[in-house]
């Protein structure tokens, strides 16, 4: 091509432009090569330094660290154990409240808002994701936390005192606000606006003749989503709940505001416990030594649990608009 | 799909048709009232938080706020001046190391890796990378900056920053690049640019709009981010040197350590710092998308 521009001069016209000459384009090309690298430089620099800073860790405790529940900073012993339930749980409870809302919230956008209203709705739900994780915790532990011991675990605990399985695992010893289900319920509003625009424009993209054809056998919304959407886009809905859950597992400052931070393991969800995360976020400057590694040794366990969560998220989702 | 006809077909009494409808009806309102009433509580949050943060924080703005700096513990009065100037060089500092990566990568892989698996692969990645817990990426950059180099430091928050908002970057750039035509690219080229040029001058240009859109919404992504900071930049009572070096004082950290402590005038500090950090981040977020609808 250059070949034939290189001989073409009007007569008469402009000094022919100067074209770069071939160096900017390898160096450009190299550049951006180098930059698009650098992705994937960054996730194996990430898994190796958690490896490695947490490695002391893992040596000295061995398998047991990952069973263990014990914490003791004076005799330098380590187990993981409690933040992992406490990881696991919080996200979980988190799921369990938040896709459900998530769900209704996509149906309504997709199929029930007037068109007019659909803009605003959707940018205010989107707004939810906006607000920094901190600004939750605030919210949580100031506003939310205090009405959620007066009105939910006082009640609560007076009446399932007593009773099997119920009784241990909604009673509250000591009605602060704080624990693991308040984490899970903040967490859920957290990861809202995630599925539920994820879910948005998966419905979206279902063709509307599908949909259509639906209403025209005198099927009702409800018979449309229920029988003619989910099945359709089942498998990226699930995509986006697991998307949801990779959030909810890493999530930090919200956390550590409202989990209560207790290092023991309790078999009620009204009782404080913590993350992986907040115990981090808790301990990480006044750590030294082999408490360090240990918390880095963490971070690694949370590397692997979010990343695999994640892997499977985006191949169940692959390509949707996301931030 | 499910909704074909059952494979007995028995005709329902005349009686009974009325109650199926009935039924399903029924079944029908109660999903439109259940949809709309959690999408109405999720709205309902969002301007519990936002009107808590007003009533709160409020009185907490002052003229002193952005003068004074933070106070130590137990002094009166005070301000967040330089933990708002703080935030302001972190953040910026963030997304001057993420723009160029950022901006090149996205180009990588809408232009030049079309189809190749490399670049399928760092899409993928990248996509982990945008949803990775920020918690992680203030531990890497606290292994690999904080401990080497002896301490916490501005730089270091700043790279933190910086590799939290590059996947942002790059999703963004890729995503906008794509909606660029094809025989605007094809044009270019018929002139005699070369690929380089073609992209710097054609293709960046028509989507420059979108490409400001993924800074701002990393610049959005990064303004309030906390844990990351934990662990590189940390905070101090002081302004900042000018060589960051040292911690540098931060809006977010100081609103995670005025916010429970027991003085009066950190607590206002920290509800004065809430209100202004997310009020930002919400007007920021909310001119990126303007600009994305605007270009759509």
Sequence with gaps: MTA??????????APQRKTPKGTFDIIFRNASFLSALFVLVLLAGIMLSMIMGGWPAFREMGLGFLTSSVWDTQNDQYGAWPAIVGTLSTALLALVIGVPLSLGIAVYLTQLAPPWFKQPVS????????????????????????????YVQVPLSNIVEGLPIVGTVLYSRSPSGLGILTAGIILAFMIIPFIASITRDMLDQIPSVLRESAYGIGATTWEVVRHVLVPQAGVSIIGAIMLGLGRALGETMAVTFVVGNANRLSASIMDPGSTIASRIANEFNEAMGLQLNALIALGCILFFVTFVVLVIARILVSRVKAY | MSLTTPSTVRPLPHAEWGRVRQSRRTADKLMRIIAAGFTGLAIFVLFWILGMLIVKGVGGLSVATFTQITPGPGSEGGGLANAIVGSIVLTFLGIVVATPIGVLAGTYLAEYGKGSKLADLIRFINDILLSAPSI????????????????????AGGVALGIIAIPVIVRTTEDMLRLVPGPLREAGS?????????????????AKSGMVTGILLALARIAGETAPLIFTALNNNFWFSPSLSGGVSNLPVTIYQFAS???ENWQQLAWAGSLIITMSILVLSLIARRIVRGSK
């Design chain 1, 4 to 13: 034939v521009t290189d001989h073409m001069t009007v007569p008469g016209a």
């Design chain 1, 123 to 150: 940018t205010a739900i989107e707004l939810l994701a906006a607000v920094p994780s901190i600004i939750y915790g605030m919210w949580g532990l100031f506003v939310f936390v205090p009405l959620f011991a007066a």
């Design chain 2, 136 to 155: 992680l990426i203030g531990l890497f950059v606290y292994v690999i900056m904080v401990e080497p180099l002896g301490g916490y430091s501005g730089w």
């Design chain 2, 190 to 206: 018929a002139l005699g640019a070369p690929p380089s040029v073609v992209i710097t001058s054609i293709t960046w240009r028509a």
């Design chain 2, 261 to 263: 402590a027991p003085y």
